[in-house]
């Protein structure tokens, strides 16, 4: 059983060495910074070449002063490590701490692939050992040190392998949050198609889903995060909390200086369906704006008064006479002209300040 590191040159033993010896902090570094971890990647195959079957597989990992016999002045087992299509990966370290091994000096990895899972059983050792090349003095190799990508220039700020990760350990940890810095991870550092639905929190879902400037009926008080009222009021174009909102609506629902803008105030009225010559609207064209600076005529936030439409042939109009205490009996009638007359309809008693359908209320909300 052979396990060669992954990687395009075909000489494993020497890039096993550059893989290795590239990762290791010079040993001054030992009692100030650790736990210290070597990541190492491989592939396994068999005496011929062959990847080996996807499955649970033991790697022992010996290090030793000499290329050949010897006693292994460290050695780690990882029990039943994961195989898909012959990868493997893991932490040297995690197990048996690395902290007393003398990198400064020249040392041999041997590795081991248990196939059985047993350690009763012996195994062969991978021959020859990858060379580790004494580790040279660097502050580089010891910790990470933040770099300005524009100038170059060191920012004077690093972190050892214990204090990068959360909890302190890059084989079960994450990079804490604090050590990014804003803005620094974008589109253009993630490979497209490495976020999956299943990876993007719920808010961010609904984020993505809902875009700005949807209207939503809500049937409670007090809007929910990312949401504001429709109540016509004036916010900052440069405020954070509306400043995609700007972007989407404008000014389409007035603005009162070149420095804010209008909510939609959809409060009491009912919405309706921009014509866009249809013909649905007959009176499209004199609508107005909804607060000054607003849009009008056929386009979106432009507003109509209420009014009841001229009938299309003469009506009768009928009202009780009740002028005379007791007496109902007559009954006074009017005509009312055709279509095209507003005049001369005569007073009735009753009515309602309005033209409606049955109705019910909600607040109108906007996504920001």
């Known amino acids: 059983m052979n396990l060669k590191p992954e990687t395009r040159n075909p000489k494993r033993s020497l890039l096993a060495a550059l893989l290795l010896s590239s990762l290791i902090p010079h040993p001054s570094s030992f009692a100030a910074d650790s736990p210290l971890y070597i990541p190492f990647q491989g592939q396994v195959t068999n005496q011929t070449g062959t990847i080996v079957a996807d499955g649970q597989y033991s790697v022992i990992f010996n290090l030793y002063d000499q290329a050949v016999g010897g006693q292994p002045v460290w050695s780690e087992r990882h029990v039943k490590v994961g195989v898909t299509r012959g990868m493997v990966n893991v932490f040297m370290g995690s197990i048996s701490p690395l902290t007393t091994v003398d990198f400064s000096q020249t040392k041999y990895l041997g590795i081991t692939v248990d196939t059985d899972n047993l350690a009763t059983t012996a195994d062969p050792e991978m021959v020859p050992r990858s060379l580790i090349l004494s580790a040279f003095h660097s502050k580089t190799a010891e910790k990470m040190t933040a770099f300005d990508a524009g100038t170059g220039q ?193 007073a009735v008693a009753g009515g309602d300040p309005e033209t409606r359908p049955k109705n019910a209320y909600v607040n109108y909300i906007i996504k920001l």
């Open 154 to 346: 060191s920012l004077g700020v690093s972190y050892g392998w214990s204090t990068l990760f959360d909890n302190g350990n890059p084989a079960t940890g994450r990079i804490a949050g604090t050590k990014l810095s804003d803005d620094s991870v974008n589109s253009g550092k993630i490979t497209n198609g490495t976020i999956a639905i299943d990876d993007i929190s719920v808010a961010l879902k609904a984020d993505i889903a809902i875009p700005p400037g949807t209207i939503m009926a809500y049937a409670a008080n007090g809007v929910p995060p990312g949401w504001a009222y429709c109540d016509g009021s004036s916010q900052s174009r440069t405020n954070p909390l509306y400043v995609r909102l700007f972007s989407v609506i404008g000014t389409s629902h007035g603005s009162a200086d070149a420095a804010s803008f209008n909510l939609p105030d959809y409060r009491g009225r009912f919405l309706r369906g921009v014509d866009n010559g249809a013909g649905n609207d007959p009176d499209s064209g004199q609508r107005t704006a909804m607060k000054p600076g607003g849009n009008t005529a056929g386009s979106i936030g432009s507003v109509q008064i209420d009014s009841t439409k001229l009938p299309n042939a003469p009506f009768i109009v009928s009202a009780w006479n009740q002028g005379t205490a007791g007496d109902n009996s007559a009954l006074l009638k009017a005509e009312v002209p055709g279509p095209g007359s507003r005049d001369n309809f005569p």
